[in-house]
């Protein structure tokens, strides 16, 4: 967030240099005389900023290297430009020549890399990131000391872990306990702490209860283990987590206005890309007929698990040949999966088999963004050896989300375990603008080819 704040401030100053550079005037003559100036700054540097959210720049999980994050901001740099480049060519009340949008582009870029090169050295620094102390150093607190990925443990650092007599000991954390001596409070004034996370194997016994309220009282964050883990993840841990969690945990949310938004969106950006994917469509009707025969079938329809449970059948380019499944069992996709067509590799590494599906999103069976929508075979398996695993089902099934954005294709029940905990994330935070977040950042997954098989 801090990023992104940052780097549109620098956007917006960025078109206005570009304006005044390639221009004739003072600066100071375009900043006073120039009033459009301003107006074309913030639509530019909005632009940019959304450009740069669709190819995962500002995504928290971001794990690219050196060389894949430049060529991010690059591509999201002449992206915009181009957008920009076509507005002013089709609007004439925006001014902007090919020279002010060549030096705009060009700051913007190497204002783009010098923001991310400092905020990784502060980063590094810790200047960021709050002071948690764990409150148990069990098995429950076992699980915070278990985050490997750098993106995971980006926002926080461990002051120490408390040893209570609820605690199943766990040696992972035994070196790294605290040795609280005073009261907690007092620690946590002397230790800088910004936040306890309560994460006791055992909260019936001996819970701190008026201890945690002083601290609470005077400005220290108090949170629960898989609140703390869900924030910092971006999914619901299920190896701690409790039932009452969901009872009494924020989010959640069902408000009539979003649903109604959500669904006119659908619809609107449905009719759009039928008309925008129409010629990729005929492509790849052709395609399939050249290599599998005229009389091959061109769809592949297959019953999935909508909302609430219903079955509806889902539909597909088919990127399979026709006897993929001719025993008439289910069978997960696996990596390089020798029942793929060629054409369908192709289809399938660019998302061109999914463009059918925007019909499913007409007739209201999917929205663009939501859990994957799986077969009922595989739901009643999983239904039966993961627990929540039907709650996935509150939503509509989506052609994208949250789980597809951060995690790879499944084929495994841990694949699926692994999935799901971050769809019950997106389910209790689902908001329009978190919908609206994942569509952009789709983009990305399409660009880079991630997670297909």
Same mark, same amino acid.
């Given at each position: 967030? &801090? ?34 100036? *301003?107006?074309?700054?913030?639509? *530019? ?25 430049? /060529?991010? !901001? ?20 925006? =001014? ?9 582009? #060009?700051?913007? $870029? ?7 090169? +400092? ?38 650092? +461990? ?13 992972? !954390? ?7 001596? /005073?009261?907690?409070?007092?620690? $946590? ?20 209860? *008026? ?8 400005? +220290? ?14 999914? &619901? ?10 009872? #009494? ?30 010629? !990729? ?13 005229? =009389? ?15 079955? #509806?059948?889902?539909? =597909? ?56 929508p799986e077969r009922p075979e595989f739901v009643s398996q999983l239904s039966e050896r993961i627990p ?7 939503? =509509?099934?989506? !052609? ?5 954005? $951060? ?14 905990? *971050? ?31």
């Amino acid at each position: 967030m &801090v990023v992104a704040v940052v780097e549109f401030l620098i956007f917006f100053g960025a078109s206005i240099a570009g304006i005044w550079y390639a221009g004739d005037l003072p600066l100071l003559t375009v900043l006073t005389t120039e009033k459009f100036v *301003y107006r074309e700054s913030l639509l *530019y540097a909005s632009i940019f900023a959304v450009s740069s959210t669709a190819v995962g720049l500002y995504h928290a999980r971001q794990r690219a290297s050196v060389t894949g994050l430049l /060529t991010r !901001i690059i591509f999201a740099v002449l992206a915009a430009m181009a957008v920009i480049g076509g507005l002013a060519a089709a609007l004439p009340q925006i =001014k902007m020549t090919l020279s002010q949008l060549a030096q705009t582009g #060009f700051l913007a $870029c190497c204002a783009s890399i010098a923001v991310r090169f +400092v905020f990784e050295k502060l980063v590094a620094d810790e200047l960021f990131k709050r002071r948690v102390l764990v409150y148990g150093a069990g098995q429950r607190a076992a699980s915070i000391s278990q985050l490997r990925r750098r993106s995971d443990r980006r926002g926080f650092n +461990v002051v120490g872990y408390v040893p209570t007599e609820a605690d199943r000991p766990d040696e992972s !954390i035994a070196a790294v306990c605290a040795s609280v001596n /005073t009261e907690l409070l007092a620690h $946590c004034r002397e230790n800088l702490v910004d936040e306890i996370v309560v994460a006791m194997d055992d909260r019936r016994r001996a819970f701190p209860m *008026y201890q945690l309220l002083e601290c609470r009282l005077d400005g +220290v964050e108090v949170t629960e283990l898989v609140t703390f883990l869900e924030r910092e993840t971006g999914k &619901v841990r299920l190896d701690v987590l409790n039932p009452s969690w969901f009872i #009494f945990s924020d989010g959640f949310r069902r408000g009539r206005v979003h649903s109604i938004f959500e669904r006119v969106f659908d619809v609107g950006v449905s009719f759009a890309l039928l008309l925008l994917a129409m010629p !990729i469509m005929l492509l790849a009707v052709l395609a399939i007929k050249i290599e599998d025969g005229p =009389k091959a079938s061109i769809f592949y329809r297959q019953i999935r698990v909508g909302r609430y449970g219903k079955n #509806f059948g889902v539909l =597909k380019f088919r990127s399979m040949r026709e006897d993929a499944e001719h025993a008439g069992k289910a069978i997960w996709a696996t990596k390089n999966d020798s029942r793929v067509t060629r054409v369908g590799s192709f289809m399938r590494v660019t998302r061109i088999d999914e463009l059918p599906q925007i019909i499913n999103v007409l007739r209201g069976e999917m929205s663009f963004v939501g859990p994957r929508p799986e077969r009922p075979e595989f739901v009643s398996q999983l239904s039966e050896r993961i627990p929540y695993y039907r709650e996935r089902h509150t939503l =509509k099934p989506g !052609i994208t989300g949250w789980a597809q954005l $951060c995690y790879p294709y499944g084929s495994s029940e841990q694949d699926a375990i692994e999935k799901l905990q *971050y769809d019950l994330f997106y389910i209790k935070n689902h908001t329009l603008l978190f919908y609206l977040a994942i569509l952009l950042q789709t983009v990305e997954v399409v660009l880079w080819r991630k997670g297909a098989r």
